[in-house]
């Protein structure tokens, strides 16, 4: 479903290049789950964003379900990103204007797949039921990364990505959203690749990778 290949990508910084990403590769099936650790500035999250056509690799190609990601220019990109990849951030990304069920409802929208029953199911198992009508800023934490996590995967994208999902979250919050998170995706199906400094966390996905200078071990 996604294959990377010798993913290359250097920032150019104050003290010189920095070479970040020296020919990553990696491939990701459909109902995949794959954790991707590694030190502080490892570049886990610049893969990520590469991966997810939220930023471009310098060199190298990434096939999503048979689209040359890499050849895309911006307005192609941002289509991919719209129709096919979901992703949660440690920083969750809901729109403050919008109502709970407007966030979630907005994404779906956006991608052309509206589907009331699956966004009605979604909000159930999320825990959102009630919460409806509130916005992002009358929720706690755990609610707000519950409807990011929704954001996420309204649109039933093929790939979701997400980096550091429960990173502001206490621990038994944190482990209940993990669980909500993987089982979720597992009903759509899609391929689902998790940035996470928690060994734990990591442990509970399919396959586990980790980025050490520049290279996936
Ligand atoms: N736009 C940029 N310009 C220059 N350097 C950058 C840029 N973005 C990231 N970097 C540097 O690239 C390296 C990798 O950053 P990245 O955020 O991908 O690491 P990370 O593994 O996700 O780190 P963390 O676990 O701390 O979030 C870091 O040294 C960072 O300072």
């Not at 290359?8 to 954790?35: C, F, I, M, N």
């Not at 980096?163 to 089982?183: F, R």
Request: negative net charge.
């Amino acid at each position: 479903m996604l294959a990377a290949r010798d993913l290359r990508k250097t920032y150019q910084t104050g003290d010189g290049p920095l070479t970040v990403l020296d020919g990553v590769s990696l491939s990701l099936d459909a109902g995949e789950s794959v954790a991707l650790t590694g030190e502080s500035g490892s570049g886990k999250s610049t893969l990520l964003h590469c991966i997810g056509c939220l930023d471009t690799p310098d060199a190298g190609t990434l096939m999503l379900n048979g689209t040359a990601l890499h050849d895309l220019d911006e307005g192609g990109r941002a289509e991919i990103r719209r129709r096919h990849i979901g992703v949660v951030f440690q920083s969750l990304n809901l729109i403050p204007s919008l109502t709970v069920a407007r966030n979630l409802s907005f994404q779906a929208r956006l991608a052309d797949r509206e589907d009331p029953d699956w966004t009605r199911h979604l909000t159930d198992r999320l825990g959102l039921s009630g919460l409806g009508e509130r916005y992002p800023e009358q929720l706690s934490g755990g609610q707000q990364q519950r409807v990011a996590i929704g954001r996420a995967i309204a649109a039933r994208p093929d790939l979701v990505l997400a980096d550091e999902p429960t990173g502001n979250l206490d621990e038994d919050t944190a482990d209940a959203v993990l669980s909500l998170l993987l089982d979720l995706v597992a009903e759509t199906g899609a391929g689902f690749l998790m940035v996470t400094h928690s060994q734990r966390h990591a442990a509970r996905l399919g396959r586990q990778l980790t980025l050490s200078a520049g290279r996936l071990a």
